[in-house]
């Protein structure tokens, strides 16, 4: 059974940073794409970025440029580095793995940026 334990989320101001952490357990192989999605409240959960096994990354067009996503194959971990936060980055963050095939979900952590 894959879990997956997201951490680093919080409070900051407009114009700061924050880097949130996704470690996979219970996989030793197949883990494929890892990505980060976000939901604010009364919207759809949105592709935030992704990065395939080998390291091509795709971002939503609203972080490009501000957000940078990359992985530790060895310790199963997908990372995010949010820099330059605004308000409407506000959400609850999902980390999403692949594995072969079949996606696994994170619990979700917060990042509230205040004006």
């Known amino acids: 059974q894959v879990q997956l334990v997201e951490s680093g989320g919080g409070l900051v101001q407009a114009g700061g940073s924050l880097r949130l952490s996704c470690a996979a357990s219970?996989?030793?192989?197949?883990?494929?794409?890892m990505g980060w999605y976000r939901q604010a409240p009364e919207k759809q959960r949105e592709l935030v970025a992704a990065?395939?096994?080998?390291?091509?990354?795709n971002y939503a067009d609203s972080v490009k440029g501000r957000f940078t996503i990359s992985r530790d194959n060895a310790k199963n971990t997908v990372y995010l580095q949010m820099n330059t936060l605004k308000p409407e980055d506000t959400a609850t963050y999902y980390c999403?793995?692949?594995?072969?095939?079949?996606?696994?979900w994170g619990q979700g952590t917060q990042v509230t940026v205040s004006s």
């Open positions: 999403n793995v692949d594995l072969l095939g079949r996606p696994y």
């Open positions: 219970g996989a030793s192989f197949g883990i494929r794409a």
């Open positions: 990065i395939t096994s080998g390291g091509n990354t």
